[in-house]
């Protein structure tokens, strides 16, 4: 399952202890441009990101997905991908993603995308993978878009930021339209 390898040099693998201080410089040194969209980043201390890991390997001892580094092609952490959890019943999940800023552009989240909603479909049997994005943040939206996944909708004010709510549009994939 994990590694993947990405074109360009880039890898995708599980999230671990000993990542904790790399994950935390990457969001300290990317705070602005990563708060914009994340909201839990203007509070990341390097102690959050640890506790952030242990529930990551916690839910993957649980079968409940999984939360992964993307590393550059130097080994250095580039951003990270994860499946927020599994819904088995249903066969559903959704996918949650960031890139540091000096690492976009080159198509390595649409790799990783492409990589794990083929993991969900082809290994895990899931029917649905669904993404949301804040609805101003083109570069992420763009990621679904190009992968084909389909505009579902807007969630009015469904996540909360420092200075108030922003809409989030759903994007999804069903296992029949991959392919």
């Known amino acids: 399952m994990l590694p993947i390898e990405l074109p360009g040099g880039c890898r995708v693998r599980q999230v671990e202890e000993r990542d904790a201080e790399a994950i935390y410089r990457v969001v300290h040194d990317h705070r602005a441009h990563l708060a914009e969209w994340l909201p839990w980043v203007p509070y990341a201390s390097l102690e959050s990101v640890e506790e952030f890991i242990g529930r990551a390997r916690r839910q993957a001892a649980d079968e409940n997905g999984f939360q992964a580094v993307i590393e550059d092609p130097s080994g250095g952490v580039a951003g990270f991908i994860g499946f927020h959890a599994v819904d088995w019943n249903n ?3 959704s996918l949650g993603y960031w890139l540091a800023a000096d690492q976009q552009g080159r198509g390595t989240m649409t790799e990783a995308v492409r990589a794990l909603t083929t993991l969900a479909f082809d290994e895990w049997q899931l ?3 669904e993404i949301r994005v804040a609805v101003a943040n083109a570069r ?22 420092a ?9 999804a994939m069903l296992a029949g339209e991959w392919h």
Request: net charge positive.
């Open 140 to 161: 992420s939206a763009a990621v679904p878009e190009r992968l084909g996944f389909v505009k579902e909708g807007v969630l009015r004010q469904a996540e909360r930021h």
């Open 91 to 93: 066969r559903s999940t």
């Open 163 to 171: 200075d108030g709510f922003k809409d989030n549009v759903v994007y």
């Open 127 to 129: 029917n649905r993978v």
